[in-house]
């Protein structure tokens, strides 16, 4: 039987569900694909720390190089997070023979082509479906049952943190300070939640998916990002009454060479396939011009979904006799043939509170018009106070700097602006 | 740059979809996979038939020799469909050193192992994402991410027809015959739809996914099979109205080494994944030990979103250095370590038509407490005809052959048994 020696970088939840998966399901892959895993070393920040998983404390080490040049060691597991030192010890891992498995987006996102050209280098294998929404296969069925297409749309959940808060907030009218709390008791926020909250985590998943997608490179510096911060419950509310659910989703269109890549807080029609994905599930949806509408939905993180894809990876490795290395366009910088867009066409929800006086419809509506944006719905709630009325419009879609500049039109003292949420179909 | 020369061994919808995405993006294919892929004949049963596709008249040719012993074609893809002869041209084929792709389904489920066997003797490749729901990349999800999970349930809406017809049914409670002939107007199903209505096309691709899921061999021969032809638009409003929607499923479960295997009518809570998957739509739903539940759906059927998977497969043989062949139990017989049980545990649908008489509710319900089957739900319609009204009701979950036994306890003269479908959650 073929025995295959692996290190681990890091030993939090995810190392953890990787050990226990490893172990419990050695018999099984001893059984099935003749090939004995065994962990030989396992580096941590501190050896004394308690641990939930049950890693024999002999393995562990805050030596990286016992991971990095040890010859025994043929595949190095990475599961740190972070650009650096991840990034560096999966080179020097590279650069020393050994085939590596990350589960680590941001490193992925920001050094994917380094990493690529060290593994042809060393003729050795780079996996990463772990790096991108746990345990839905994203990664696998854009690299290879997806390949013969021309994806046009790619939009996400891919964030479980933003969609618990979202999902909350639509089903129970709440406020985001108090459910944010609430996902922070549950664990399901962190105690600094700005990575998840302000769409980082989305923009780093989103930018390896595109990059894949589109066969280009999508860096994440292209991404346009708006998080969920100051989403209100009043939204949500008008918004739901009008058909729509709101959803921190991640967008990548591509229209010949014009590329947009966006994570914002948007609506969708209820009846819509995402709007359905609630709580800490995550679902890609996209359209390619053979495969047309599809969608991969399921548990985008956690410690056994995220070790499901970064064991998966291991086996792939462990029992391929050559590694697959992607000929597609991934360099450090966008194609020079691709355009990025930050004037996309969308439609928009726009809420004002308006001065409930005669006249005032219609000069609002004007702002618009000057701009050619068409408004497709309105809503007038009857709630007067100060003498304003809260005023909603969705709108045809419009590029989004006309929409800004319409937004500029606005007479404050008549009508002041209080959301501009985008609405995708 | 590599040439790779390809047969076809058959040209209907399927094989027109393939010859024109390989033509439209031929120019793609070449600049990413540095590969150029040339199809030099088409096995066609009748060369003289109009053909919407534009493959040159030249290529088309009636002796499958033409395809299985030309020296220059080193990869065959076959879209014949059915058992015979495709399964002994892809023998023959991979016999003389070619690779297969195919989207044959029937040749999968009954003669993989042959298959198989062949592919690895000849040291070719051996690719079938096709076989099985079209674009939705459910095969290369099994045997490459998933692989590292104890799968334990899968359930799939993997026929268009019958869920085009069922949703119609459901949405506008319509009659069976009147949809099906519609939809055999409108080509969403056969002018002879047995295969489809019967269950037997859901049958042997839920014998190629419960293999793949399982690492074991489940016979076509194992699955269980009820088609829809007998289903009522009173059962489905019915069911409607106690929160559920009737699909047609494809279920696979497995318990230590007990498996059940089963296609039938199923009623599934409105609220589960399944039961929004509407019209065309394909979907399969899976929970594994580690992944936990996962949906992947997407376009089952039609020329484009199959070709999307034969083209995925013949990149991937074509950019192969090495042809990788799954080393899990695949034989032609159930591995003998395995039971099949028909004895399954589900909650039922019941519908009685009942005397309007005092005591017949105690009567029937005392049917089912004789074989402890316990009642969940209970409906009672004032509708009487013929001095009988419809009872129906939704019991917890219970042995198959409980249920039975219970149901041949009913006495027709006061009870006459209607409809019994089974209920997933």
Redesign the interface.
Known sequence: MKEVVIGFLGCGNVGG?VWE?LKG?AP??AH???VSIRVKRVLVRDVTKARSCSVPPELLTTDPADVLYDPEISLVAEFMGGEQPATEYMLTAMKNGKTVVTANKVAVALNWHRLQAAAQQSRVGLYY?ASVCG???II??LM???????IDKLMGIINGTTNYILSRMYQYGEDYDLVLRDAQKLGLAEPNPASDVEGMDAAYKLSVMASLAF?ARVPFKQVYREGITRVTAMDIACGKEMGYVLKLLAIAKRDGSTIEVRVHPTFLPKDH?LS?VDGS?NAVYLH????????????GA?D??T???V??????AA????H?HP???NTAEPDASLTFTDNWKTRFFIRVSASDAPGVLARVAGCFARENVSIATMMQKDAVEDGRVPLIFITHAAPEQSMQAALRHLEPEICRLESVIRVEA
């Open positions: 569900g998966l399901f099984e892959i099935r694909d003749h479906e345990a839905i296969p696998s069925t290879t049952p997806l390949q013969a297409n021309r066969h396939p359905r599930f390619g011009h053979a495969c047309k509408e599809m969608m991969l939905q399921g548990r956690g056994m979904p070790a499901s894809a064991v998966g990876d291991i086996l792939q029992t391929a006799e050559v697959v000929t597609f366009a």
